[in-house]
């Protein structure tokens, strides 16, 4: 195949515009370069699995083409959350899986998450894909297309694991996403009573965007705790790797604030246990890990680059500020939304009033993310020369890896360029409002000083 549009092949995943970039001959051609990939290291299946997407059946039915076309056998595990396909990689024993999905982009939107011999592909693999279909460099053969029903093998995984102290009342927002397809009964056997919402699968997303790391994505949830007697809210994205977390009183709880709480109990079980967080998260974090007896490590943002780490460091926990939350204790080192929904509610349990926990967790001062919208490649050329030239008076620490941490006594500042959209991401965070303010003025006159007449969105 010639040209294949270079936009698709992102950072952590291959995503697109369904029919336009993204089409099913696209589909079928990195399907075949995945089954040849596979051969080449010794594999023998690949396990797909598709969100609720309506393009899903005929793209992951090309990608199993194009993967049985490398003689690699493709195991069909239907429609499921990604984290069932993950977990369909160990289940089935073939270390190898692909989840067809568009996870929280728009309905004409769909990808691919792919892992290959139990490592994700990120980065230059994902780039190696593509310069492989580009120079026709596949394998031949013709590989067994069969199907596997992984679900129920999942729940009772989970099920097993996982123990409530008491029954809880929940309000669940699927957001018409596919967690909604196991979601409410996985709760249900772990004692739980569910005020559902949205948990039909329909990949219109008719009632809001399955993103819950945007707030006004859990408007729905605030709105059913104040009418019902439910103590906690959750929410999951399109494809079921990331949970949001709503207190009864309407307080979101941000992933870097949940991940408080999972060190916290993990490292009562793993006593100086890394637990890895990414830049975007708060700073109270790495204090609070060290109080309770672990080690805290900074890394990347992007699950698949956090996953890497997991595996080279063997830390029991890891998580991202964009809600995908990882635990290598009890469970494989995938991010999972249901898995640490349930992981949440098993600690919440064992107190008498589960939201005092949550509410007790320290917090400060802190903006939502923030993007400057930029021509694509820019953003790069932008932190690098910040990275260079920017200066940051009175900063304790300059961290560069990923993007520009400034770590000030009373707050820091983040500028780091998205791996998946030509945007340069900021987040800021002090102790009062005066810090925040002073802090962001820094970056203001930094940014500006490196690229004058830069529109900033603070």
Request: glycine share 12%; hydrophobic share 40%; aromatic share 6%.
């Amino acid at each position: 195949m010639s040209q294949l549009p270079a936009e698709i092949f992102k950072a952590y995943d291959i995503r697109g515009i369904v029919n336009k970039s993204l089409t099913a001959e696209v589909v079928r051609q990195v399907g075949h370069a995945l089954g040849s990939l596979a051969i080449e290291q010794g594999q023998k299946a690949i396990a797909v699995g598709r969100d609720g997407r309506l393009s899903g059946p005929e793209l992951a039915g090309a990608l199993m083409d194009g993967i049985c076309a490398a003689g690699c056998d493709a195991i069909d595990v239907g429609c499921v959350p990604t984290p069932v396909t993950y977990f369909a990689a160990y289940e089935l024993g073939c270390h190898s899986c692909v989840s067809v999905t568009g996870s929280h982009n728009p309905p004409d939107y769909n990808g691919l998450k792919m892992v290959i011999g139990g490592t994700t592909l990120a980065l230059e693999a994902i780039q190696d894909l593509k310069k492989r279909i580009e120079a026709g460099n596949f394998k031949h053969g013709q590989g067994k297309r069969t199907s596997a029903d992984v679900l129920g093998a999942y729940v009772e995984k989970i099920v097993g694991d996982v123990k409530l102290a008491r029954p809880m009342k929940i309000v669940m927002d699927c957001g018409n996403g596919v967690a909604g397809a196991i979601a409410p009964e996985l709760f249900k056997r772990l004692g739980c009573e569910i005020v559902p919402l949205f948990c039909e699968v329909d990949g219109n997303f008719p009632n809001h965007h399955p993103d819950p790391s945007k707030p006004e994505n859990l408007a729905d949830v605030v709105k059913a705790l104040q009418e019902t007697d439910a103590e906690i809210g959750i929410a999951f994205d399109g494809d079921g790797d990331r949970l949001g977390v709503v207190t009864k009183d309407g307080e979101i709880i941000f992933p870097d604030r949940q991940l408080m709480l999972f060190a916290a109990d993990v490292l009562s079980r793993v006593p100086g246990g890394t637990v890895i967080y990414d830049v975007k998260c708060t700073r109270l974090l790495g204090p609070w890990i060290r109080q309770h007896g672990g080690v805290p490590l900074m890394w990347n943002t992007g699950h698949a680059l956090v996953k890497a780490k997991l595996k080279e460091t063997g830390a029991p926990l890891a998580g991202e500020m964009s809600g995908h939350t990882f635990f290598k204790e009890r469970w494989y080192g995938f991010d999972d939304g249901l898995y640490t929904g349930a992981r949440l509610l098993e600690i919440l349990s064992r107190a008498a009033d589960g939201n005092k926990l949550l509410k007790e967790l320290p917090n400060a001062p802190s903006t939502p993310e923030l993007n400057i919208k930029m021509a694509e490649g820019e953003p790069f050329t932008l932190i690098d020369k910040l990275k260079a030239e920017g200066r940051f008076d009175g900063a304790e620490q300059v961290i560069t890896i990923d993007g520009v941490r400034v770590e000030y006594a009373d707050g820091f500042g983040l500028a780091r360029p998205s791996n998946t959209t030509p945007v340069v991401v900021l987040r800021f965070e002090a102790d009062n409002a005066a810090a925040l303010e002073r802090i962001q003025g820094a970056f203001r006159q930094a940014l500006n000083g490196v690229w004058p007449g830069i529109a900033l969105p603070f």
